[in-house]
């Protein structure tokens, strides 16, 4: 069965481009191109299509406003076409806190050069967003004023994530309280978006978020982002837990790569690990949620329902890496129980 795709946006040379990269995938069909959202939304009730990508930026009517009205009365994955510029990313963001899957980011210079050499992951990013679960989320509130301490400082939270995840490392890490043990996450994201998605966090959380500089400690009451394009490894200076950066090559076809973090994770933390793999396409994670639990560590993967692409959790849960397997709205608390159950711990 193909998959029906409308591309909306407002540049003829765009909308060429992502025709030619459709019509060339048996798999996908394009079923119409709209220069903006009121011919989009006719074309949309004519064909109903499958997946649909949508520019941030339009006349008439911009991508945001346009892809709200839609996930309110007609929910349809939408895969964003977004610029590599910081009022590109935050748009980008709020896009996939309304409900969009993915996105995909244009490149600076050489539009036309750009997006063909991605034509293959473009065309991936469409196929998952087709067959995506559109999750309608309750607006995340702050939480409640923290409860027992957490004791000691020894333990760490890791948290990995690809498609759906930035949504889904939300809504855990508001769960968190002041006092939390040190976080690092990797959420698959180019370059140019994970500041963007840190300082977004930074907002919206009790802890302090930051995206990842090579050499910041990971300390209690922090979360440390992995740079895009960047691997983050965990390592110890002395007493302190430390993030290290690197350009390695890709693990699993992404950089950063959960399993680059989990593996150093458990190598330096042991039993006192605690980690999460959400909602994301492919197995980067698994792998490493199993070098974890063999560690000793605690680990947790997120559950089908509650995935917007049930993937890396699904593998991880088929070689037996994850200890539980969790919706999302109680990952959080088995962290923060799992932190308090384990006590004071050592460094290893």
């Not at 911009?62 to 990313?89: A, C, H, N, Q």
């Amino acid at each position: 069965m193909t998959i029906k795709v409308l591309v909306v946006d407002d540049s003829a040379l765009i909308r060429s481009l992502l025709s030619e990269i459709v019509r060339a995938d048996h798999e996908l069909q394009l079923v119409g191109v709209a220069p903006d959202a009121y011919v989009a939304r006719d074309l949309i009730k004519q064909h109903s299509p499958d997946v649909i990508t949508l520019d941030v930026e339009m006349p008439r009517m911009d991508g945001l406003t346009f892809l709200d009205k839609l996930m309110k009365g007609r929910p349809t994955p939408v895969v964003m076409i977004s610029s590599l510029t910081e009022r590109g990313s935050e748009a980008t963001l709020r896009a996939l806190e309304l409900g969009a899957i993915d996105f995909i980011a244009k490149p600076k210079l050489g539009i036309a050069e750009g997006m063909q050499a991605y034509a293959e992951e473009i065309r991936a990013k469409l196929k998952v967003a087709a067959r995506a679960r559109m999750i309608r989320r309750i607006a995340a509130e702050r939480p409640a004023e923290r409860g027992l301490p957490i004791v000691g400082t020894e333990k760490l939270i890791a948290i990995g994530a690809s498609t759906g995840g930035t949504e889904a490392i939300k809504e855990v890490l508001l769960g968190l309280p002041a006092d939390s043990p040190g976080v690092v996450i990797t959420q698959h994201m180019p370059a140019g978006f994970t500041r963007s998605f840190a300082a977004r966090l930074d907002k919206l959380c009790r802890i302090s978020v930051s995206e990842a500089r090579d050499g910041d400690r990971i300390l209690p009451g922090t979360a440390l982002l992995a740079p895009g394009g960047l691997h983050m490894e965990v390592t110890r200076s002395g007493a302190n837990y430390v993030a290290r950066l690197s350009d390695a090559p890709p693990v699993n076809g992404h950089r950063p790569a959960v399993d680059v973090m989990f593996n150093s994770a458990a190598r330096c933390a042991g039993r006192n690990l605690i980690a999460a793999l959400l909602t994301g396409m492919g197995k980067d994670g698994a792998r490493g949620l199993l070098e974890i639990r063999e560690s000793g560590g605690y680990t947790l993967a997120q559950d089908e329902a509650s995935c917007v692409v049930y993937g890396m959790p699904r593998e991880a849960a088929e070689i037996g890496a994850a200890e539980e397997v969790l919706p999302l709205e109680e990952i959080g608390p088995a962290l923060l129980a799992q932190a308090r159950r384990r006590g004071s711990g050592n460094r290893v």
